[in-house]
């Protein structure tokens, strides 16, 4: 099959695999003594570009190479590092993995991606695949999905379902039974024409499979009548469910972490898993998480002193595995106890059985109990007399301290 040609060496034969979510792949055989490796542009005669993306597996033990080539310029294997986000556009989030992985963002992502998110949280240790498909379940509209594309690019976005405009693909089998159309054309480009998230014959595309072998050029597409609401095929809801359990669950866990900065609104900036190696982390550092008391309405304060000393310890948690909600709690167990508490509350009881508590405009009443003054008698040569009955005063606090012991 000399159509398609990699490194001006002919294809001898490939076999090209696409889905509605995720990277496409291509299985070819190369007459090439070399094998090729990083980014690969896959040609037509012409030279014009049907397929771009990145050698996974290669090698040429009988004089022919063998090539995996999954969708993408980019390396989306990567493992990325943890990473805090506050006040950044969806499409922000994406530029970085893009720059982090070599890989190309598509141009017409949809409107949603210029949502900017309050918080987000980048989980370390995850590839950029899972990455996507976080962002895409936790940040961007149900329905949304991604993809490589056949140029390399990246794309995100709600398939628009357009009919497939291929006048030259011939059906020549239909399998109802199993949601399949077996369909041949000329060449690998009027195949390539059909999409997953196109709609050809009136059935929505999930996935297609060609085969280009010798003579052999057909193409298998898997169709389906309500792609658009239930996904694309069984192996996507058990990829799903997978995805739920893992991805998530990093954010279900509480974390140490240390105080690093705290603003006057009690706010803190909090370094999550100080005694673990920065590479090893799971949370980034975060900014203006809040410091959660152990009631409504209640704020803590750590002297600076502490913070400045990175004395100031505390769990870090995201409410409901929420990346874009994180909150911190005092931990006891270690670290510097807060110098101030501020109580937001109309009625305040200090223990069971402690002392009361009087504040600046409260009125009072001190009686003196009889015989409890000493005082001087005038002209009586240094002479002195008490008081034979208790003595009522009468008045109103006007200074007060802003702190209160209970012992």
């Known amino acids: 099959m000399s159509e398609l040609v990699v490194n001006g060496a002919p294809v001898v034969s490939a076999v090209i695999e696409a889905h509605r979510e995720g990277a496409w792949t291509a299985d070819l055989v190369i007459d090439s003594e070399t094998a090729p490796s990083g980014v690969v542009d896959v040609t037509d005669a012409s030279g014009m570009v049907l397929l771009r993306g990145r050698v996974l597996r ?6 022919r190479a063998e090539v995996r080539l999954v969708g993408g310029v980019g390396a989306l294997a990567t493992v990325l590092p943890p990473r805090y986000y506050r006040g950044a556009t969806v499409r922000t989030i994406l530029a970085d ?6 890989s190309v963002i598509a141009d017409d992502l949809g409107p949603e991606a210029s949502t900017t998110l309050t918080a987000w949280v980048r989980v370390g240790g995850d590839d950029a695949v899972t990455a996507i498909r976080h962002l895409l379940r936790a940040a961007l509209p149900a329905g949304w999905t991604w993809r490589a594309r056949f140029d390399g690019s990246l794309w995100l976005g709600a398939d628009s379902w357009p009919d497939v405009i291929a006048p030259e693909v011939e059906v020549v089998d239909r399998r109802p039974a199993r949601g399949e159309l077996v369909v041949r054309a000329a060449t690998v480009a ?21 085969d280009a072998s010798g003579d052999r050029l057909r193409a298998v597409l898997r169709t389906t009548a309500q792609a658009r609401t239930a996904g694309d095929v069984i192996t996507s809801g058990i990829q799903r469910l997978a995805r739920e359990a893992t991805v998530e669950r990093a954010l279900l866990a509480l974390y140490e972490a240390r105080v690093v900065q705290q603003e006057t609104s009690g706010l803190v900036a909090l370094e999550p898993q100080p005694d673990v190696a920065e590479a090893l982390r799971t949370i980034p550092t975060l900014t203006r998480v809040p410091l959660v008391a152990p009631y409504p309405g209640g704020m803590l ?7 400045n000393a990175r004395s100031v310890r505390v769990l870090v948690g995201f409410a409901d595995g929420d990346p874009a909600r994180p909150y911190a709690v005092p931990w006891a167990l270690q670290g510097a106890t807060p110098d101030r508490i501020e109580i937001n509350a109309n009625t305040i009881a200090l223990g069971g059985d402690a002392k009361g ?8 009443r001190v009686t003196i109990a009889a015989n409890a003054l000493s005082l001087p008698v005038a ?3 240094g002479g002195t007399a008490s008081n034979p ?10 200074s007060a301290s802003t702190k209160v012991k209970t012992s």
């Open 58 to 63: 290669a090698e040429a033990p009988f004089g």
């Open 97 to 102: 993995l893009a720059r982090e992985t070599g």
């Open 190 to 210: 009027e195949l390539l024409a059909i999409e997953p998230g196109m709609v050809f014959e009136g059935l929505d595309v999930c996935s297609v499979r060609i």
């Open 301 to 307: 304060f750590f002297p600076a002193s502490a913070i």
């Open 357 to 364: 508590v009087a504040r600046d405009g409260d009125s009072v």
């Open 379 to 381: 002209g009586g040569g």
């Open 389 to 398: 009955a208790p003595i009522e005063v009468t008045g109103t606090i006007t």
